[in-house]
């Protein structure tokens, strides 16, 4: 399915693929905003009120990020617009000189649905704060994201739940496509400040199709893929994201949102996806989760009291590099010991696990960059899975054959 659209218009990004995969719809390139280059495929960390938890600035620019992500509906109630406009935005209110992208607010539509009442004009909240009423207008959510200064900020789009069928999935969807005129009229910036647009139309492909095609039209810097991630089997998650990626134009950078397994990011790089947001790698880290190559291992277990190794063999995070004091760095046994005791326990597991989330997106780009995506995706899996193809979720294998990768055939080719 190849469509005809518009150039990009003139914006504050520029966005150049590197390297295509010779076999699927995966790609690597280089996407320069304002606070500098993101090399794709990337995934981005959620700082949702201008903090990444259990982290500072500092230790989340040594990680390698290049971009992380703010939520414009908290920031809007706190601290509010009068102290982003005072301080100068988000940039200085964090101390952090890299890339920023904002999210509209949309989200709590569903999150705080029992707060919310969705009209045409906006939104209405409470304010789980105090109780305040709130209007979230189109015009205010880049209102608010203008004051932010956020590099990419998001349309307000009418966001449903992802398992919602019937008239209400298309009246959103439509909804979506206005509410973006009014933001694209609304923004004070597109100079320094890009704007994407959502695509929405729930499971329904005829209505992702009408939305990928206005949504092109409108001309914005980028396009992401919304309204997945809520609970939608697999199968259907990555038939709508590859059927909007044979549709969205090749020359924008495109973005799935909420979206952070490692299983799910790789599958959707293959399916021509370059960007990625979840709070999944910090929030798992509160529960003494760490992330590794081989699976998510719950350092609380009793099994970890007395294993002395590191969290993760070969990991070059700043917990599992040996140190200087003993040539060891810190083991799962005291990672065990702390966890849901120290917050200090949070914080070690929060920056091994974001490490991993980076360094996975830099490795399958290399390995795009070197033709050899098919080969390392397989071995992911592999890895993940002790080798039993058995185990194997059929939802990968089918989505990886779409785009001629074959999980099941041992040709690492």
Known sequence: ?????????????????????????????????????????????VATQASLKGLTPEQLEDLGCKICLNNTYHLGLKPGKDVLDAIGGAHKLQSWSRNILTDSGGFQMVSLLK??????EGVRFLSPHDGAPMLL???????????IGSDII???????HTLTTGPRVEEAMHRSIRWLDRCIAANKNPERQNLFAIIQGGLDLDLRRTCCIEMANRNTPGIAIGGLSG??????????????????????????????????????????VDLFDCVYPTRTARFGNAI??????NLRNKCFATDYGPVEEDC??????????GGMGITRSLIHHLAAKETSGAHMLTLHNVHYQLNLMRAARQAIIRDEFPSFIKDFFATLHGGNKEKFPQWAVDALRTVNIDLLDDDRS
């Open 292 to 297: 590794t190559a081989k699976g998510v291992l």
């Open 154 to 160: 998001m349309q307000l789009d009418d966001v449903v």
């Open 316 to 325: 070059t995070c700043p917990i599992c590099t040996p140190k200087s004091n």
């Open 115 to 120: 707060l919310a009442t969705i009209t045409e």
């Open 137 to 147: 207008t189109p015009e205010h959510s880049i209102e608010l994201q203008n004051s």
């Open 1 to 45: 399915m190849q469509s005809i659209f518009p150039q990009v218009a003139k914006s504050a990004l520029t966005y150049e693929v590197v390297a295509q995969c010779s076999t699927s719809k995966a790609r690597a390139a280089n996407l320069v905003l304002p606070h500098g280059l993101v090399e794709t495929p990337m995934f981005m960390p």
């Open 231 to 272: 609970g939608e089997a697999k199968e259907q998650f990555c038939k709508v994201v590859s059927y909007c990626t044979d549709l969205l134009p090749r020359n924008k950078p495109i973005y799935t949102m909420g979206v952070g397994y490692a299983e799910d990011m790789l599958v959707s790089v293959a399916l021509g």
